[in-house]
């Protein structure tokens, strides 16, 4: 009995490890076929609705995957990727997608792009948002509904669920700020987050307060050491 207790316990510390991300970022050093971030949704089943809004810096000019959230039967349920420069094709449901174009970026630095892709069922409506700007809304996938088991991972596209995966469509960069919400934000939402100032976060994913596995060589680093900070200026 005392066993069985003490593993209840012990499965009980493994199920709920959320953790604040604030300030972290996942680094995905090389191309490879091995290198992932599984993140845990707090929900599933029946999302009618997404937004899925992240930060990321690549010097990648071939297509490399964003987001990747795979069902059982639709490996490409809500794929978010980087076709090539100027180019995010955004996949809803069984295979359709949409290839939206998106201002390149500028040759300065700082590298980060905030992107967030938004699709709503009922109208089929897709549209990315790029440091807080709407791109063209287009329709893909109108009345299809996440109702099954979903597998979110970074730094891989899954060709089959929970795997599959390519290098040469592997993310190498940053990432960071993942959330996801079962429902639409409004523009001024969307300003909000990019700006990271006074937002709701996520309900599916929320980067202050998530479930992830790091699966080979991917390095959780804080962002303040990659920056000067006063005192040395
Ligand atoms: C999805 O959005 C539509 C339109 O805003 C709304 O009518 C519907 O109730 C939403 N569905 C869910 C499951 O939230």
Redesign the pocket.
């Known amino acids: 009995m005392e066993q069985l207790l003490f593993f209840i316990f012990l499965l009980g510390i493994s199920a709920g490890s959320a953790e604040d991300l604030s300030g972290k970022i996942f680094t995905f050093p090389t191309t490879s076929s091995s290198a992932f971030v599984k993140l845990k949704p707090n929900m599933e089943g029946?999302?009618?609705?997404v937004t899925v809004c992240l930060r990321y810096a690549t010097d990648l000019s071939r297509g490399n995957s964003l987001f990747s959230l795979a069902t059982p039967t639709q490996f490409n349920a809500f794929l978010i990727f980087n076709l090539k420069p100027g180019i995010v094709r955004l996949h809803v449901g069984p295979t359709a997608y949409a290839d939206i174009w998106v201002p390149q970026a500028k040759e300065v630095l700082p590298l980060w792009t905030h992107i967030c892709a938004t699709w709503?069922?009922?109208t089929g409506l897709g549209q990315l948002w790029i440091n807080g700007v709407g791109t063209v809304r287009r329709g893909i996938s109108k009345g299809f509904k996440l109702n099954e088991k979903i597998n979110i991972l970074l730094g891989q596209d899954q060709d089959y669920f929970g795997g599959g995966f390519a290098s040469d469509q592997s993310f190498v960069g940053q990432i960071s700020d993942v959330h996801m919400w079962?429902?639409?934000l409004s523009p001024c939402d969307i300003v909000g987050v990019y700006n990271s100032f006074n937002f709701t976060p996520g309900n599916v994913l929320n980067w202050k307060e998530m479930q992830y596995e790091l699966h080979g060589y991917v390095i959780l680093e804080s962002e303040s050491k990659m920056h000067c900070q006063s005192g040395y200026a």
């Open positions: 029946d999302i009618q609705n709503e069922s009922s079962n429902y639409v």
